[in-house]
């Protein structure tokens, strides 16, 4: 089992941007594809992005394309959300998540974190 820990939440005006950060522990020597997901109030929990072990490839939501960038350290362990042109509607909780298959990832049966909020105020 791998453990996830999110960071760079926080308040931000439309049109800013946040980093989220997401460090992994535990079980990380195997190949872990991982990704982000979030939740507005009162709404389901939706993909954002994902980044496969290499790096090598990467998907986006197509409300958050060519806003929001997806990137891995694996030397550190850690996966990176970076968040710019932020709008109103993109205030939910994030979570980072982790799996061994991108369709596992994707179907939301991965590992998570406990998730960071992102307010954007307009």
């Known amino acids: 089992q791998v453990q996830l820990v999110e960071s760079g939440g926080g308040l931000v005006q439309a049109g800013g941007s946040l980093r989220l950060s997401c460090a992994a522990s535990g079980r990380t020597g195997s190949s872990y594809h991982m990704g982000w997901f979030r939740q507005a109030p009162g709404k389901e929990r939706d993909f954002v992005s994902a980044?496969?072990?290499?790096?090598?490839?990467?998907y986006y939501a197509d409300s958050v394309k060519d806003r929001f960038y997806i990137s891995r350290d694996n030397a550190k362990r850690t996966v990176y959300l970076q968040m710019n042109s932020l709008k109103p509607e993109d205030t939910a909780v994030y979570y980072c998540?982790?799996?061994?298959?991108?369709?596992?990832?994707?179907?939301?049966?991965?590992?998570w974190g406990q998730g960071t909020q992102v307010t954007v105020s307009s």
């Open positions: 998540a982790a799996a061994t298959t991108m369709t596992t990832l994707r179907n939301g049966r991965g590992s």
């Open positions: 980044i496969t072990w290499s790096g090598g490839s990467t």
